[in-house]
């Protein structure tokens, strides 16, 4: 065999290993995106159909759907309640989470691991429970915490929190935070932990205050593990569904009823499965909206901070 023959040969032999890796791992990937797109597209098939429980034959019926949806009054309302919902979780997520943060990277804390292990277990518990359990506490009955409140003078004795429209949202609001801010401190921790600490004491040093080395050292190193878990948080808070069911099931009248609530309402009360899956595929592009623009906000961010 000719040398030049077999310098070809050698180079198939290593483009083909170099190929056959990718090989093994191309079944893997067609089934995991079947496994992730396929409820999607699912969603997308069925919003341009007219499939109910009365009408099993998913007839198309083009953008009707979606038609339907944006002159739905109920449907912008309830977009406008998840916002709420949302936004008042993610500013009580980032102080209690930054606060259980701050509280794990101090060296005055003993117990470290005692701490973070009673601090998880919130994040451990299911939504049900958590629900069924902020439910019987703010009970106007028996709850302890209402109880606290009453003495407190922060609201009315013997008024039921759930009967108003603020209680109510404030109450799912704060069952939900304190479910999800172990995540938020955990990864804020985590990143505090790589902060070097001759930065800190080098500024202490030099007469920087406690507020002021948060503000220019602390602050600026966290941004962007800090944006990165709101951002989670508000994909996960946006889609929650669980504790509001349980607590309110969307009242008093329609006070807690977010877009995932209504959502289950059509499915499973009304029985219109084409226009839930309008819903789904609404909220899913919201979502998507939002998070690309949260990755570019995170984009800069990065970029002035490597700057």
Known sequence: MK???????????????????YLLVIPGILLLMLIIFMP?????????????????????????????????????????????????????????????????????????????????L?????EVVTGYTWKLLLSYQTGPYYKLLEFLHIITPGADIFSSDFGAMMATVMAN????????????????QTLSAEQIEAAVIDGANRFVVFRDIELPHITTALISVATLCFVWTFNAFGIIHVMT????????????????????????????????????????????????????????ISS
């Open 3 to 21: 040398i030049a023959e077999v310098g070809t040969l050698k180079h198939k032999y290593k483009k083909s290993g170099r190929l056959f890796p």
């Open 40 to 120: 999607f597209i699912q969603n997308v098939y069925y919003s341009f159909t007219d499939y109910s429980l009365l009408n099993a034959d998913k007839s198309f019926i083009g953008l009707q759907n979606y038609k339907e949806l944006l002159h739905d009054k109920t449907f912008f309302e309830a977009l406008m309640k998840s916002f709420i919902w949302v936004v008042l979780n993610l500013i009580l997520l980032l102080v209690v989470g930054l606060t259980a943060a701050f509280i794990q990277n101090s060296k005055r804390l003993k117990g470290l691991i005692i701490f973070q292990a009673l601090l998880l």
């Open 122 to 126: 919130p994040w451990i518990l299911p």
């Open 177 to 192: 935070v304190w479910r999800s801010f172990p995540i938020v401190g955990i990864t804020v921790y985590a990143k505090l």
């Open 249 to 304: 099931g969307g009242g008093p009248a329609g006070a807690t009823e977010t877009l995932p609530v209504l959502l289950q309402k059509q499915a499973f009360q009304f029985y219109d499965y084409s226009m839930a899956s309008s819903f789904a595929v609404m909220m899913i592009l919201i979502l998507l909206l939002i998070v690309v623009f949260i990755n570019l906000l995170l984009s800069g961010a990065r970029k002035k």
